[in-house]
């Protein structure tokens, strides 16, 4: 399976630059193995979790978290844990959802079903166009658009003044050479603002969340999204699900900040890389478009905006306009390419002070890798297989050792900071070895009972092999 996901990350086939008949095999292939590792996860945490009258909840992530889950068919008021803590249930189309807290890092928490308890309604309606939640107070326009989202905790305005956030924008996208490879500096010269709205309503205002739904008609092209707040998280998610029949059109969506900086950071594959907004040298302008994984992130002194996604890693930013890259379609070698229905989300995360002490990499993680339920279950409590101790090394990955001997754990530094870490591992072993990227061993780890003492440099990818 895995030979099969690599196979299809080859350089062609992964930016959408082979041909038509390229995609239909590996759309074929891919939703062949989503299915698999679907059945075969479903399979496992099954094992795990037992068979009973709780609901355990996992959380594959490398840190304690705090975070909304899906339970599906859940039919009851309020969730439990062994504190004693309730989480209240909102019943939505998608299933049952709950926020729930403290679940342990690469581990699963169980919970029993119980009685909703009074409490005031986290979410004030005011009309069609005004939100108050625990963290903002929601203004939009009669397009759909934010004209203010006025942070109250920090006691600020995040949009721009005059400016509207979450602003789709069609741009003609004709390169001079390379169609589905290049994006040519010139392409905002010719643009169409989104703002045509079929259908706007607010869906749900529950206890959990409220949901903003909109349809919209671009050209040939449909666009839905839920845009969703939480009474407990102050992320603001966009799920989007976009129906594209253009050619040759770039689709970018807008937040306009109100954050001084000429500095954005992105992320990357184990750390994160720094690149200058402006536009002063000519190194600077030909950076118009920025690559970055899960966030980027624009702060100034004690305060910033990132904005996080899932799946789509094309940004771009100036004079504190954070943009987002969601669909191009271009027309060489694939005539029809990107011409059929996306599902991607991407969320915006309003914080005190920068990236780093506000966790933006941790709520990207969750936006990336959501809690999973399994109703039915036995009562097990709470269990972390692997958890470290400091906030800014992330526990990437754990598994059987490729010469099937013992426990790899992975782990990488992600704010440039040589750090000392423990790593506590709930497994048997008696050595800890510091090994490279093919599980070579470099050297041994201080071991004291189940945790090790690991060193990491700024950035550092490290290895560990338990025998």
């Known amino acids: ?64 978290r705090d975070d909304v889950v899906n339970l599906g068919a859940f039919a009851g008021e309020a969730l439990a844990d062994e504190t004693g803590a309730v989480y209240p249930v909102q019943k939505t189309e998608d299933g049952s959802i709950a926020f729930v807290k403290n679940l342990p890092s690469k581990g699963y928490k169980s919970f029993r079903t119980a009685q909703a308890a009074e409490k005031e309604a986290p979410f004030a309606l005011h009309g069609n166009y005004d939100l108050e939640t625990p963290f903002y107070r929601v203004r939009l326009d009669g397009a759909g658009m934010f004209t203010s989202i006025y942070d109250k905790e920090n006691d600020r305005e995040v949009v721009q003044e005059g400016r509207r956030a979450n602003l789709l924008r069609m741009y003609e996208d004709k390169p001079i050479y390379f169609d589905n490879w290049d994006i040519d500096i010139y392409y905002t010269e010719k643009f169409w603002d989104v703002d045509n709205v079929e259908h706007m309503e607010w869906t749900e205002v529950g206890e959990v969340r409220a949901v903003l739904e909109i349809t919209r008609k671009a050209s040939k092209s449909t666009i839905r999204q839920k845009v969703i707040f939480y009474a407990d998280s102050r992320r603001i998610e966009f799920a989007t699900y976009v129906n594209w029949k253009e050619h040759q059109t770039l689709l970018k969506v807008h937040f306009p900040v109100a954050v001084h900086t000429d500095e954005a950071t992105f992320d990357v594959q184990f750390g994160s890389l720094t690149r200058k907004t402006h536009r002063n040298t000519s190194w600077d302008v030909a950076r118009f478009e920025s690559c970055g994984q899960k966030w980027m992130d ?17 940004h771009s930013v100036q004079d504190s306009d954070m943009a987002l890259t969601l669909v191009k379609s271009g027309i060489e070698p694939n005539p029809t390419t990107d011409q059929e229905e996306h599902e991607f989300t991407y969320a915006i995360y309003p914080h005190a002070e920068g990236w780093r002490a506000a966790g933006t990499v941790d709520e990207a993680y969750k936006l990336n890798q959501p809690l999973v339920a399994e109703l039915e279950t036995e009562n097990r409590g709470a269990y972390s297989f692997a958890s470290v101790d400091r906030p800014n090394v992330v526990l990437e990955t754990v598994k059987r050792a490729e010469d099937g001997d013992g426990i790899v754990v992975r782990m990488y530094e992600s704010e440039n900071a040589l750090t000392k870490a423990k790593l506590t591992v709930n497994a048997d072993f008696e050595k800890a070895y510091i090994c490279n990227l093919l599980e070579e061993t470099e050297g041994e780890a201080a071991v004291n009972g189940n945790v090790i003492d690991v060193v990491l440099k700024p950035y550092e990818v490290v290895t560990v092999l338990l025998r």
């Open 298 to 314: 624009l702060s100034e002194g004690h305060y910033g905006v990132s904005l996080l996604n899932d799946c789509k890693y094309g």
């Open 1 to 64: 399976m895995w030979k099969v996901v690599l196979l299809n990350q080859f350089h062609d086939i992964l930016p959408g630059s082979s041909i038509r008949e390229v995609y239909e095999v590996t759309k074929e292939e891919y939703g062949r193995l989503a299915g698999q590792l679907a059945d075969m996860s479903k399979e496992r945490r099954r094992t795990v979790a037992g068979e009973g009258d709780a609901v355990t909840v996992f959380n594959t992530t490398g840190r304690m």
